[in-house]
């Protein structure tokens, strides 16, 4: 799978994702599942409203992880990362009011009223993108004046200031993107295993959840999200190396999809009628 092609991927796992929460998957299966009750088969109902839509929303959670992965890649190709990375803070904020519209818009379609506020959204993926490119670039001009091991410093200070800024997976996403990178001329196999603690790390808030409360919900919430990341990372190890034909083109096509699919999408959430 060369770089557009996982690109393409990317976006499409993404896309699936925010439009599934504009159009609930239990909404669409219900009237199904309704047959299904009257026609007695229970435990087939039940699975279509609670099992496949777990399943399903797996496809969402593969697209973070590659895009984080595509970041690393671009820093190792790009010829001016500077440029490379004012295009991603471009990009971050032409679409943050999207964004915000969009999550409020989310808010409306599950019914929470008070939620309405503009804070509460944070700042979205590519805020996170654009630091971690940045926390890269310091590191590895670090590395080539012999200080290899000061990642570890950048990686904590990208993730304390992440945090500090609310952006989206800011509790983890940044290790991603390092480990993604110093993993990077390792064998298939070893990367394989080291991106399970990883994940497990910068999930380390749901690994707490679960040990605090080991339930239904809380496990639910850590094998989608955990083992949906851990998916989308062993996604990338099928990177060929060849970058395929993402010309200029394309990858302003890949900038203008992320504000543009929000803002459609806040519309549709923000006006539509909704089910009494």
Request: proline share 4%; net charge positive.
């Amino acid at each position: 799978m060369n770089y557009k092609q996982l690109k393409i991927l990317a976006i499409l796992c993404m896309a699936f994702d925010h439009v599934v929460r504009i159009f609930p998957l239990y909404r669409m299966f219900s009237p199904l599942a309704d047959r299904l009750w009257s026609a007695g088969h229970d435990a087939a109902a039940d699975w279509l409203l609670n099992g496949l839509p777990f399943y399903l929303m797996l496809i969402g959670r593969l697209a973070a992880p590659i895009f984080l992965f595509c970041v690393a890649q671009g820093l190792l190709h790009t010829q001016d990362a500077s440029r490379y990375l004012k295009r991603i803070l471009v990009t971050a904020v032409i679409a943050q009011t999207p964004y915000v519209l969009f999550n409020l818009a989310e808010y409306r379609v599950d019914g929470i009223a008070d939620a309405w506020v503009w804070q509460d959204t944070g700042l979205n993926i590519c805020f996170t993108l654009a630091l971690g490119l940045a926390a890269l670039a310091l590191y590895r001009r670090l590395a080539e004046r012999g200080h290899p091991l000061s990642w570890v410093v950048v990686c904590a200070a990208a993730t304390a200031l992440a945090r500090l800024l609310s952006m989206e997976g800011s509790r983890g996403y940044i290790l991603l993107i390092f480990t993604f990178y110093l993993t990077r001329n390792r064998p298939r196999w070893q990367r394989a295993l080291w991106f399970l603690p990883a994940v497990i790390l910068a999930r380390w808030g749901l690994v707490q959840w679960v040990l605090e409360d080991f339930t239904a919900g809380p496990i639910r919430n850590f094998l989608l999200n955990t083992g949906g990341n851990y998916l989308g990372m062993l996604v990338t190890l099928a990177y060929t190396g060849e970058k395929g034909d993402a010309g200029r083109g394309f990858q302003r096509l890949c900038y203008a999809f992320y504000p543009a699919h929000f803002a459609l999408l806040a519309l549709i959430g923000l006006l539509r009628p909704l089910p009494l």
